[in-house]
């Protein structure tokens, strides 16, 4: 994935400045910033789902908003707070979106079969996604992105109001896909996550890309947590603070 200047303004506000970022083959890359630093607008801008308004972005190379047919082809994506075919049960879904995609139904019946099995969500659970947990919606998501073999995988959140059991599960798929060749690039606010799975990351603050490099590169001497705040401004409570408490 290479980005480059995307700009993107909603009514006068600039959420998006000028970002360029260029993400390595076969990395994991962690995109993190405060909540309302432009992570999504720029994921969003980056895969065709929001027009940006100066800038390009190429995936597998391929430009997003010249071709979007190829490089959306190539693509896996897993939008936060992304609207499904919620009155499918989870199989249906699955070969709804392979048949949309143009695979053959054969491998879509058995690759669902499989994600659906690893995923812990049943090949034969005839619940509805309307129904299914938070967690179930970020997994049967993932599956969804995963189904036609990706060569990147951009997530938004994708661990948010997810439970521990799930976020370890979704950790090892995701490591395994990284393993076999692919890249996942994923933004996040949760420092500790990054840090774990991440071999390369980008801070974001105000529309802004602050800092982008390697793990080691970004955090240097200090830990993540302490470059994170300074970099995007953050600020810690006094003793004379909050006294009252």
């Known amino acids: 994935m290479a980005l480059r200047g995307l700009v993107k303004t909603f009514d006068a506000k600039l959420a998006v400045s000028g970002v360029s970022l260029d993400v390595p083959a076969g990395s994991f890359f962690g995109l993190l910033g405060p909540n309302g630093a432009g992570k999504t ?6 895969v065709g789902l929001l027009r940006p308004d100066a800038g390009q972005a190429f995936l597998l190379g391929y430009e997003v908003w010249a071709d979007p047919a190829a490089a959306k082809a190539r693509l896996g ?3 936060d707070g992304a609207r499904l075919f919620d009155r499918l049960t989870g199989p ?6 392979g048949l949309l995609r143009g695979m053959d139904p054969a491998t879509v019946d058995q690759r669902a079969r499989e994600l659906l099995d690893v995923l812990e969500l049943g090949s034969g659970n005839r619940t509805l996604v309307v129904d299914y947990s938070a967690g179930m919606k ?3 998501g993932l599956a969804c992105a995963l189904l036609h073999a990706p060569r990147l995988l951009v997530l938004d959140e994708p661990f948010e109001a997810v439970d521990p059991v799930s976020a370890a599960l979704i950790r090892d798929i995701l490591q395994r896909y990284v393993a076999g060749g692919g890249t996942v690039v994923f933004s996040s606010h949760v420092l500790e996550v990054v ?18 490099g390697t793990l080691e590169q970004v955090r240097g001497e200090s830990s993540l947590e302490d470059v994170f ?3 995007v401004g953050g600020r810690v409570a006094t003793g004379s603070e909050l006294a009252w408490l």
């Open 229 to 231: 705040v300074r970099v």
């Open 195 to 212: 840090e774990r799975l991440c071999d390369h990351v980008a801070i974001m603050s105000d529309g802004v890309l602050r800092m982008a």
């Open 92 to 97: 249906e879904l699955l070969a709804y979106q």
């Open 77 to 79: 994506v897993l939008p």
């Open 138 to 140: 970020k997994k049967i």
């Open 41 to 46: 607008t720029t994921l969003s801008m980056a």
